[in-house]
């Protein structure tokens, strides 16, 4: 296994003290698993790595999951507050992109503290329209919204997400953010920059660290020491102690064990992915936030 993948033996947190919260995305466990096992089985992992949240990924349920107020119940049984990720985006040009209202409603049967939306196209709405989106979104019964810088052109651009913001701010709409430290690469632009301009509206911070293969194609890789060195000074910009998730790979770099059938065995896979996730949990919950 590579050094920051050991299956290493971390002391239990003294819950006693105040820490920084972290969360896990089921995506760090893998599409192919998640999809074939479902979100859920990933629950006791988070749980048993004394995470803190889950963050439940709408590209990984079916198109027609309906059962969100079970998997609510799954989390809440764990202790696991629930963060609501969607790929969709907030805005279509001038207007709230259609399916708001639907990810909405779907947040709030999970029984979700934030909902997480990409940015989308965002070139400027009237006050009606942003009137309209502030009761939508404080009638939802989800507590806190957030968009997301991603990785294309207009949901990842410094400039358009500066705007939605600061127009947010000025109609009175509680729109947070989610930083995505590792997507301001894919759109070239520095996170330490993006940090420095948007820090006082973030919320939730996705962390993860990119490589490049061969053909320069980017990927989101376990973060290094130097890189949670560096992002210590990206993070005074952010409110102190500020939630941070895990967004990266969390996977066993050693062959799986299988049984006559082929099959892995799921209880080396449980065993090895909780030690693993506990181990990356301790280490971006050491990031400071201090001043």
């Known amino acids: 296994m590579s050094s920051h993948l050991k299956m290493v033996s971390v002391p239990k947190l003294d819950r006693s003290s105040t820490l920084p919260q972290v ?15 479902g979100q859920a089985a990933s629950l006791d992992w988070i749980h048993e790595a004394e995470a803190d949240k889950v963050e439940i990924r709408r590209e990984l349920l079916p198109t027609d999951f309906q059962a969100f107020d079970m998997l609510g119940a799954q989390c809440a049984e764990r202790a696991l507050g629930v963060i609501y990720s969607t790929a969709d985006g907030l805005w279509n040009a001038t207007r709230p992109a259609e399916s708001v209202s639907r990810r909405l409603r779907e947040a709030n049967a999970l029984g979700a503290e934030s909902i997480k939306f990409a940015l989308g196209d965002y070139r400027g709405a009237g006050r009606d329209t942003w009137e309209a989106l502030s009761s939508l979104l404080a009638d939802s019964g989800v507590p806190q919204i957030l968009i997301e810088n991603d990785q294309t052109s207009r949901g990842g651009s410094l400039s358009a997400m500066i705007a939605c913001l600061k127009d947010a701010e000025h109609a009175g709409c509680s729109l947070g953010m989610t930083f995505d430290i590792g997507n301001w690469q894919w759109c070239g632009a520095s996170a330490q920059h993006a940090a420095e301009r948007l820090g006082r509206h973030v919320r939730y911070v996705h962390c993860k660290g990119v490589s490049s293969d061969t053909a320069g194609k980017r990927h989101a890789c376990v973060p290094s020491d130097r890189d949670l060195i560096e992002w210590s000074s990206m993070f005074r910009h952010f409110p102190k102690d500020v939630m941070r998730a895990i967004e990266y790979p969390l996977q066993p770099t050693s062959s799986l064990a299988k049984d006559e059938m082929g099959n892995i065995d799921f209880r080396y896979l449980s065993a090895a992915l909780t030690s693993i996730t506990r181990r990356e949990v301790e280490r971006l919950r050491a990031i400071t936030t201090t001043q």
């Open 23 to 37: 969360a896990v995305c089921t995506s760090a466990f893998g599409s192919t698993l998640m999809l074939a096992q």
